[in-house]
Each structure stands twice: as structure tokens, then as C-alpha cells.
């Protein structure tokens, strides 16, 4: 996945008529990586490889291009959880997890970069950085961004999923990344899998505790923004001066 700007369009697969094994051997899909490189390869063929076989009813390639149909294309695989992965017909957890494994390795490519480090110092940055993978998820998650002093993104954990409370001990949790890298600065995100971003009172509750936290550890918590579905749907606290009296 691309955490920021908009990824290209790809066009949905078109089945192939042809099972792998039917294939001459220089047109299969690994023989086509390794001859034309990986930006050569449609998704479908990406992902068949990526699968290695298929099932005793279809072959890895029409396997692939079924998934990308059903989810709706490369972000509605990447929004599938694990479980659901799994329990898709001819996939499996083996499967389901070199898939889950495959977007999370792209996901940490992208916020490496070339160590060009994103900021996040506005919420609009905040929302480009973390809509196009966040407003998928089919559960609520909460994302903390560690900043350095030029609002830079230095690591950008998941907290955890489930929905927000104020806890104290949930609290104290989205501090110990920052605590630990010495960063002076936090900005929280989460999203609302319902797609509308309308804040909850326990979203204003719990953000009114993080800053309250922040200030007696001398971290700033700069901004916590939800995230809806589609653009524009998102909502910063701060702007709004919720929880942030």
C-alpha cells in the first residue's frame, strides 16, 4: 500500500482463458518477473506468485484473479483481516498470511521511503499519511505518530484494535514508543469503521486524558484525528476543541 498520494490506477484483472501449466513456459508469471522485472506483471500475476499454487478445482492465476475481484481489488485485500483471508476459498492461514505479510512489509517500505521522513505537524498531513490504508480497516485502530522536533513521522505503531476508552493503562500506552525514543511531540489517529467521523463522547474523554498525560510527561500531543470513509471524511479534535480545552 501507498501511505501517501494516490496510488495509479490498475485496471481489475482480466480472467485468463489459459490455466498456468497450459502457459508457454516464458509467458508464466515468475519467468516473466525474472526476464521483464516486477513492474512488467499485472496484480494478478504479482499476487499468483506470491500464492505459488493454486487448488484442486483452479489454478494459482484464476485463484488470484478471483480474490481481486471479490475484494474489490489490491486495498480490499489489504483491508481484509487475517481471519477472513483465511477462511477464503482456496487460500487458507499459510496463504492468508504470506498476504497479510506481503502488505505489511509494503506499508513499512512506504513510510521508510528513502528516509525522507513525512511530517505530520497538521492534520491534513495526518490524514494523507494514514487515510488510504486506515479508512479499509474493518475494525476500529488507533495509530500514534512519533514526531521529532520538525514534526517528521518517526514511527507510526499500532496501538491497538478495538474501540477507545480512557483507560489508564491505554493511556500510558501511547506514550512508550515516544517516551522511549525521546520524541517530544505525539499525534493519535484512529479510525471509525462505520465510514462517518463524527467524535464519540469516549473519543473526546480519552482524548482529553492524553493531554492531560502529555503535559506531566512533557510530551505534546498535537492532534488526534478519526478517519471516515472517502475524502474529506475525517475529523481533527483539536480543530474542533474537543479535548482540548
Known amino acids: 500500500m501507498t501511505l501517501i498520494g494516490a496510488a495509479p490506477y490498475v485496471p481489475a484483472p482480466t480472467p485468463s482463458p489459459f490455466r498456468i501449466a497450459e502457459m508457454p513456459e516464458a509467458e508464466r508469471p515468475r519467468e516473466r518477473l525474472q526476464r521483464l522485472g516486477p513492474g512488467a506483471l499485472r496484480s494478478d500475476e504479482l499476487l499468483a506468485i506470491l500464492l505459488r499454487t493454486g487448488s484442486a478445482r483452479e489454478d494459482v492465476l484464476s485463484l488470484a484473479q478471483r480474490l481481486l475481484l ?61 487515510q488510504p490504508e486506515m479508512e479499509l480497516l474493518p475494525q476500529e485502530e488507533i495509530r500514534v505518530l512519533i514526531l521529532d522536533a520538525r514534526l517528521r513521522v518517526l514511527a507510526a505503531p499500532t496501538l491497538y484494535r478495538g474501540t477507545i476508552t480512557a ?13 522511549r525514543r525521546g520524541a517530544a511531540k505525539v499525534a493519535v489517529a484512529h479510525n471509525h469503521p462505520s465510514g462517518d467521523p463524527t467524535p464519540s463522547g469516549q473519543d473526546i474523554a480519552f482524548t482529553r486524558e492524553l493531554v492531560r498525560a502529555g503535559k506531566l510527561m512533557d510530551i505534546e500531543v498535537i492532534d488526534h484525528v478519526i478517519i471516515g470513509h472517502g475524502p474529506g471524511r475525517w475529523v481533527s479534535l483539536r480543530s474542533r476543541h474537543l479535548g482540548f480545552e
Open 167 to 179: 483507560a489508564p493503562a491505554r493511556v500510558a500506552e501511547v506514550f512508550r514508543e515516544a517516551v
Open 70 to 130: 471479490e475484494r474489490g481489488g489490491l486495498r480490499g485485500l489489504a483491508g481484509a483481516d487475517l481471519a477472513t483471508l483465511a477462511e477464503a476459498p482456496g487460500l487458507g492461514p499459510a496463504k492468508a498470511t504470506t498476504i497479510a505479510a506481503a502488505f505489511e512489509l509494503g506499508r513499512r517500505a512506504a513510510l521508510e521511503g528513502d528516509r525522507v521522513l513525512p511530517e505530520a505537524g497538521t492534520p491534513e498531513a495526518m490524514v494523507r499519511l494514514l
